[in-house]
């Protein structure tokens, strides 16, 4: 394994595939005048090549990217260089994603709605080394909980394979997309539908519906 270069300073990759989305955040973090050193990526892909040669300050990670999705940069990241702080700032309020996120090594979870400040307050917190939710995360409507409270007996990868297979992807996709083999895709997706008890998947699109972690 190749040595990762150290950080002496604060350098933040930002991870968005939207460059008015990067844009904005870039500026935002120039007008609070902290001294980021700021590099960007547009996918999970080009994130995971910039951090196998070195290490940022914090990675500020969007969930919603093409390619490999969020959580399977993240936990990429993480299994490379454990020591690598994560923020991730996502479009996605449901607390399974926050639960999946924090499983899978982030430090702080933000949603893209929240006050500018809030996102600075949260670089602040994971710089310290603190975990840090938004203010909009504390509290989770029973009703929430209810319909995602299966999924909490998912693994972060285990949680990405569901949400391709509610999509309608096909196993050898999945397999393809995740950089695994056929049977380790299939072997999972099987353990999937015991953890959940769902065999059809038309099954697994409505639990994913009702779960709020897949959109119509």
Known sequence: MATLTPDHGRSLLLVDDHAVVRIG???L????????????????????????ERTYSVVVLDLALPGISGL???????ARNPGQRVLVMSMHEQHAFVRQALEA?????????????????ALARVLDGHRFLGPDLAAEPSGARRADAGLDTLSP?????????AAGRRTADIAATLNISYKTAANCSTRIR???????????????????????
């Open 72 to 78: 399977e940069t993240l936990r990429r990241i993480r």
């Open 29 to 52: 973090l120039e007008q609070a005048q902290a001294g980021w050193e700021v590099e960007e990526a547009d996918s999970g892909e080009a994130a995971c090549r910039l951090c196998a």
């Open 105 to 121: 090594g982030a430090m702080g979870y933000v949603t893209k709605s929240s006050a500018p400040e809030t996102l600075t307050t």
């Open 194 to 216: 015991g953890k959940l008890a769902v065999g059809a998947p038309a099954d697994l699109t409505r639990l994913a519906i009702r779960a709020g972690v897949m959109e119509l």
């Open 25 to 27: 955040y870039r500026r």
């Open 157 to 165: 990868r285990e949680f990405e394979i569901f949400r391709m297979l």
